[in-house]
């Protein structure tokens, strides 16, 4: 791990002035991600802005009769919520299924949020990567692609992002609260904070440098059935080959996220018209454009299967 400077942050905005101020500054809460990454030298931040001090923990109702979930506060409180466990349960349930329960101990909302990708080859640094060196190559391209992406990808990147709790707050149409350098805060649809990945993977989101997210804000509860069905290699500490948010309602409508197969909780909404009509079309319609690998091209009836099951649990 290469040497850094240190300072705990007294409010968000100075936080973020800070972080704006040193380009090469992070921002660090639970550091499950970051800590890691440093250690490899994969992020190598000359400074680290601790934003600990903050007070973001708290998990609030909101005027409109949602819950203003605070970024610091950690995975395993949000599960455990009372309020999130009744009104929004796809988000509990995508929380359990991440991780383990001592990463959820000290995990934040916002830093799940902005966990990166778990592709081998960017946690290689003897192989190019355009996420961790930009111009490099891509090493997945041509290599072992199995736990890659199948749709949103790039001849730049096919790497996935690997957060469960982002791909149910996608199917939530939860808002993203930041604070900027100047002070001035901003909001941020859950649909538009993530990128896809273009010929410049190495931007993963649309914040500023500096930016510091504060909270997210979830709506009004929709009801319905709320199921998250998450399939990987083994029960436990492993992440998504397919994961499915759903929230089904009792006319057959509803809302589904996919996990495990892009560059960012894949939803596409004018694709839900056809999830009265099942799993297949409604597959077929969220994965049109799909460019899948050899070694990753089972995912596409995995998706489908899937979805299928979470139709069958949401009906019965």
Known sequence: MRAFTYERAETPKAAAAAAAAQPEAKFIAGGTNLLDLMKLQIE?????????????????????????????????????????????????????AGASGQLRNRATTAGNLLQRTRCPYFYDPAQPC???????????????????????????????????MAVAMRVLDAQVETVKPDGLPRAIAIADLHRLPGDAPHLETTLEQGELITAVTLPKP????????????????????????????????????????????????????????????????????????????FKLPLVERTLGAVLAEARA
């Not at 997945?140 to 736990?147: E, M, Y």
């Open 44 to 96: 190598t931040p000359t400074h680290l802005i601790d934003v600990n001090p903050l007070k973001l923990d708290t998990i609030e109702p909101t005027a409109e009769g949602g819950l203003r979930i605070g970024a610091l506060v950690r995975n395993t409180a949000l599960a455990a919520d009372e309020r999130v466990r009744r009104d929004y349960g796809v988000l509990s349930r995508a929380l359990l």
């Open 130 to 164: 355009n996420k961790r060196q930009p111009g490099t190559g891509c090493s997945a391209l041509g290599g072992f692609t199995r736990q890659l992406g199948v749709i949103g990808v790039s001849d730049a990147c096919i790497a996935t992002h690997p957060s469960d």
């Open 222 to 297: 929709v009801g319905g059935t709320q199921i998250y069905r998450k399939v990987r290699d083994r029960a436990s500490y492993a992440f998504a080959l397919v994961s499915v948010a759903a929230i089904v309602q009792r006319d057959g409508s509803g809302r589904v996220a996919l996990g495990g197969v892009a560059p960012k909780p894949w939803r596409v909404e004018a694709a839900e018209a056809e999830l009265s009509r099942g799993a297949k079309p409604m597959a077929a319609a969220l994965l049109d454009g799909a460019k899948a690998t050899k070694e990753n091209s």
